[in-house]
């Protein structure tokens, strides 16, 4: 072998060394970013997957209740109007002492029929697509205010706009689910609704005087009310903030971009 | 000049190192060792030159170091457990091996190549297994900010870049066949690795170690 030859072989084979490393090296970065990106889009496929998985929940559980609302409304309702009809026919033509008792089972019997509308009205969305979301809290407000067992206020501020409906509805469920755990749990004085319109976002914040909850309690993360708060605010990309302490009560609330969704 | 670069940029990254010892874990102290004795081994050939005296003992006395070293870094970075144990094994069993070259290949006093040529494809033998863990293991992430996934690659260049010098390379500078552009390519080489070496521990508060 010639020294020409040595030389040769030492170049080439440092070529091939050096690129054989350099390759591997490469290769390997290749790889893993290709094996990054294909577990990022596994994840985002995930992600997606559970969000429609919760709007399709969301949808079916809205049209149950629209289902329900319809049914109490359209049957229940005109069934109880009738009974009342047929009571207060009977008291024309009976007894003094007889009038007297289908007079009271009128009562209640109206009272029911009220009650069954407000069911009705609670569980159907499409008033708040109608009436927008200020309105369709004050009636909200109204109803619990009209029960005297609590004393409900709604401050809405800032210029109101719009969401889409479907998000305006979940929005409304928040809060309306807010107000329900304020009426059962809280045994609170006053709840205060406030609806903050700003530029780019709308604060929305439930606050109430009652009794309180311990936050860190393993309780509260089986709480079927508080789970539907975090998963509506999730499928809205909310921020949820829910801070409470025992006889200082509660305070739910909620930042929403004007974009979201 | 050439050589004046590399005993900087070794003594740099070894500085880099030290700098970042606090900071760095274990296998990448391991290499920072490495790079001390690396930088010593030099400035002893140096001073060996200067007073015309063999390099030859200097050379196996360095290679032990650099097996014991090298192979608890690897071992290290693939997680092995009783590394010490499992280290001093392998450098017992390249203390034979260096023994028995000095007995019937390469004297004492003079350049272990044949040891030089094995030491090679012992790391890039290593480097390519720790790579392979590397490829198999599905929690690595963001290699780029992998520091010692940058330690192993540069191993991998250094040894494969080598590796033809050590066979071949000594015969050229022995025979005057371009020699200083051989030796020349050497030095280079090693600038560029101990360079990688020194911006991985420099870059270190930016490069999240696994």
Redo the contacts between chains.
Sequence with gaps: MTNQHTLLIFLLGTFILLSFSLFVVLFILQYKKRQQLFKLETINLEHQFQSQLLNTKLEVQEQAYKYLSEEIHDNVGQELSLVKLHLYTLSLNSQHDSKEVIQNATEVLSKAINDLRTISHNLNGNSISKNGLPESLQKEVSYINSAKSLKAVLNVSGIVFSFPPDIELLIFRIIQESLNNTIKHAKANTVVVTLDYRVDHVYILIKDDGIGFDTNSPKLSKSLGLMNIATRAKLLNAKLTISSEINHGTSISLVLKSTAV | MLDKIYVLILSASFLASVYNWRHINIAEKVIACLLFFSLANELLCRYLLYRNLPLGVAHNVFSVFEILLTTAFFLLVVNYRNVLFKTIGITIVWLIIIILNSIFYNPFNYLNINVLVLESVYF?GLS?YV?YN??LD?N?????RNSLFSLV?LQ??LW??S???W???I??IN?N??ATA?NN?HIILNILVYFGFFIVYTLFGKLKLT
């Design positions: 890039i390519l790579l590397v490829l599905d690595v992430e963001d290699l780029f690659c991998l260049i494969g870049g590796f033809m010098f066979s071949l390379g015969y050229l025979n066949i371009n051989v390519y």
